[in-house]
């Protein structure tokens, strides 16, 4: 549905680098919102920023989209700074917030016809491109309706489509998801995808850790303002552990002396009780003695099978990115903390 988004012909940073920030900080009385943040975003490429409510990945976008003024640090746009050079970097980037930034009384038309003409398009092409993007977006039928009758996802698609009437070489995307069911959240998914096939680069703000494992080539954690770890999926995951050992025991009485028993059979292992009372969730090293995640895993099934505990279901898998955010901050990723939402 997503054959008529424009191609993008740009001139990149020599860097080939689409965000770069070192030391960035930004304040709001006695809270560091943001504390430092370094990052490095190749160009054509999805990255997310991964984080809690109120770690700063909001007010990051906001500095990177010359909303707010950086206390502290640099950051450069495509190698222009966003205080310095504000209006060469707005020229190439575009925002999609958390939420609608359309007029819900104007239809759908109305509403790409009217930012196309502030955009300066002419009349004539305004309603052109109105119409490439709604039938883009699967959202031609909903052209005269508006956009107050907007299922949720309808909403985030006009959104977006807005987004990119003048196809960005940035996209900031934060949080675009966020209550869609979903069937909505894969087609928000698909456009995402289809935007940066023609060429745009996308930062992704999500406390969806499947959202950034389907999207995003790397992956930034954000947390208390500062980036706590950074990488492919595949680095982040190998992080915390050299896989994940998941268990369903037959009687959960044995629970407990289980849990013992993994937590010295494994090195270093980290056990989690899920909300199913037979079922077990353990983080494995690599071990001391150099031994793999699977030869552990055996040992520990031999001892659990010693003590004459029986292991209805047995998988060793990769971590997840949900472990992986545990791991790392200790709590889960849309949990709320005690500072202002930033």
């Given amino acids: 549905m997503l054959e008529n988004l424009e191609k993008k012909h740009m001139t990149n940073d020599p860097s080939g680098l689409a965000i770069e920030t070192s030391g960035l900080v ?17 160009s054509g490429t999805v990255y997310g920023v991964l984080g809690p409510n109120g770690a700063g990945k909001t007010t ?53 016809v009217l930012l196309g003409r502030l955009l300066g398009h002419k009349p004539a092409a305004a309603r052109v491109r109105a119409a490439q993007l709604l039938e883009a977006f699967g959202l031609s039928e909903a052209a005269a309706k508006q956009v107050k009758n907007y299922s949720g996802g309808m909403r985030r698609r006009i959104d977006i489509a807005a987004s990119i009437l003048n196809t960005p070489d940035l996209l900031f995307l934060d949080e675009p998801t966020t209550g869609l069911d979903p069937r909505s959240r894969n087609q928000v998914w698909d456009i995402v995808r289809a935007v940066v096939a023609q060429g745009t680069t996308v930062l992704l703000t999500t406390q969806y850790l499947d959202e950034a494992d389907q999207l995003a ?17 595949g680095e982040l995951k190998a992080s915390v552990g050299a896989g994940s050992v998941h268990l369903r025991l037959r009687d959960a009485a044995q629970r407990a002396e289980a849990v013992a028993l993994l937590e010295t059979a494994l090195t270093g292992a980290q056990v989690q009780l899920e909300p199913d009372p037979v079922a077990l969730t353990a983080r494995v090293g690599n071990g001391d003695n150099g031994s ?44 709320e903390t005690q500072e202002a939402a930033a």
């Fill in 26 to 42: 930004k304040v709001f009385g006695e809270t560091r919102a943001v504390d430092g943040v370094d990052l490095a975003v190749p």
């Fill in 60 to 112: 990051t976008v906001k500095m990177l989209a010359t909303l707010l003024r950086p206390d502290g640090g640099e950051a450069r746009i495509f190698g222009k700074d966003v205080v310095r050079d504000a209006n060469a970097v707005r020229s190439r980037v575009s925002l999609t917030g958390q939420y609608a930034s359309v007029d819900e009384d104007l239809t759908g038309t109305e509403n790409l």
């Fill in 217 to 233: 080539s790397r992956i930034a954690v954000i947390d208390h303002g500062k980036v706590i770890a950074e990488g492919t999926k």
């Fill in 292 to 335: 793999g995640a699977a030869a552990q895993a055996a040992a520990a099934l031999a001892e659990l099978a010693r003590a004459d505990i029986t292991v209805d279901n047995f998988s060793l898998g990769q971590p997840s990115l949900d472990e992986v955010f545990l791991a790392l901050t200790d709590r889960e990723a849309g949990a």
